[in-house]
């Protein structure tokens, strides 16, 4: 009797596992629409992908532009967290890659995140060179002015927030305040010390959506206040700004989800009719 309990068990544990396992090639493609509902002028659009964590990822590239080759992308927006192992670097390019081909109108920018941080000096330059070489603008604390459809936009990456890497001041210090403005950053706690700097939209990852959540995610805790406020994925709102926490694509630790999936998300922004035309005064 004891020998068929531990059977059941173990073939249950194993299940367990296996549907875990196949949980991370569950890929959710998520459409986000932000303003619009009177404003005639057609959206930004733009994919994010955010965590690839290249070390547990169980979507290949041509997968992963297969899943995407229908869809108008006006810029992508890459989130941190690609890898934390110099041995995995080489793996980036074909991702990137394969979203090259998807012809983004307004390119690609990324933010780094936490663990891209663990790789030092030389290893972390070929994770930047590997990046800008592949078309990639790589924001750290910087900003960039971008035209969209005739009408000029700030483009903020806000460095890593958990590894004490944000610089607020630094990042805003080159735009125009008139202007819509989209922040891209890896952790989105940064959103509570961000009460005097405005944004039109900010999109994150970091959180993974929990990745395991079963029944919830509590070994999040100690990742920030926005956890203990049970903003850990999706949209979400902070002193009357909208903000996305994506899921992320890979995984951290061992390769299963539970109660998550990763996560693609087309993010459809309509900007304020008062945006500044191409031809005013910057």
Same mark, same amino acid.
């Given at each position: 009797?004891n020998?068929?309990?531990i059977?059941a068990?173990f #073939?249950?544990l194993f299940w367990?596992?296996?549907? %875990? /396992?196949?949980?991370?090639?569950? @890929? @959710?493609?998520?459409?986000i +629409?932000i303003?619009g +509902? ?10 994010q &992908? *955010?965590? &690839?964590h290249?070390?547990n990822?169980?979507?290949s590239?041509k997968?992963? !532009?297969?899943q995407?080759a229908?869809e108008e992308?006006?810029?992508i927006a890459? $989130? ?8 995995t670097?080489?793996?980036l390019?074909p991702y990137?890659? %394969?979203l090259d081909?998807l012809?983004?109108? !307004?390119?690609?920018? %990324?933010v ?7 790789l ?5 330059q070929?994770l930047r060179?590997?990046?800008r070489e ?9 900003s960039?002015i971008?035209?969209?459809?005739g009408?000029?936009v700030n483009i903020?990456?806000i460095?890593d927030? *958990? ?7 630094e *990042?805003?210090s080159?735009i125009n305040? *008139?202007l ?7 952790? =989105?706690?940064i959103v509570?010390?961000m009460?005097? !700097?405005?944004?039109?939209y &900010?999109m994150?990852?970091? #959180?993974?959506?929990g990745?395991i959540c ?6 999040l805790?100690k990742m ?5 406020m ?7 709102? !902070?002193d009357?700004k =909208?903000?996305y926490?994506n899921e992320g694509?890979? +995984? $951290?630790?061992v390769?299963?989800? @539970?109660g998550?999936?990763?996560?693609i998300?087309?993010h459809?922004? /309509?900007?304020?009719s008062a945006a500044?035309e191409?031809?005013? %005064?910057?």
């Open positions: 009797m020998m068929i309990f059977t068990i #073939f249950l367990t596992i296996y549907r %875990a /396992y196949m949980n991370t090639r569950n @890929v @959710v493609i998520n459409k +629409q303003g +509902q009177t404003n005639p002028d057609s959206p930004l659009t733009i994919l &992908l *955010s965590d &690839l290249l070390e990822i169980s979507i590239p997968q992963l !532009y297969d995407l229908g992308i006006d810029l890459l $989130t941190g967290d690609f890898l934390d192992r110099q041995r670097i080489d793996k390019g990137l890659k %394969a081909k012809n983004a109108k !307004y390119g690609m920018f %990324a780094f995140g936490n663990h891209d941080y663990v030092r000096g030389e290893n972390f070929r060179d590997t990046l592949n078309g990639v603008t790589v924001l750290q604390n910087e960039k971008i035209s969209i459809n009408k000029l903020i990456g460095d927030f *958990s590894t004490g890497r944000s610089n607020l001041r *990042s805003y080159q305040q *008139s819509s403005t989209i922040v891209l950053t890896h952790d =989105p706690n509570l010390h009460k005097e !700097y405005q944004y039109d &900010l994150a990852g970091h #959180f993974h959506g990745q079963y029944p919830k995610a509590y070994h805790v920030g206040k926005l956890v203990r049970n903003m850990i994925k999706g949209l979400h709102h !902070y009357g =909208p903000f926490i694509l890979g +995984q $951290t630790g390769n299963i989800r @539970v998550s999936r990763p996560e998300t087309i459809n922004i /309509y900007f304020p500044i191409e031809h005013a %005064a910057v």
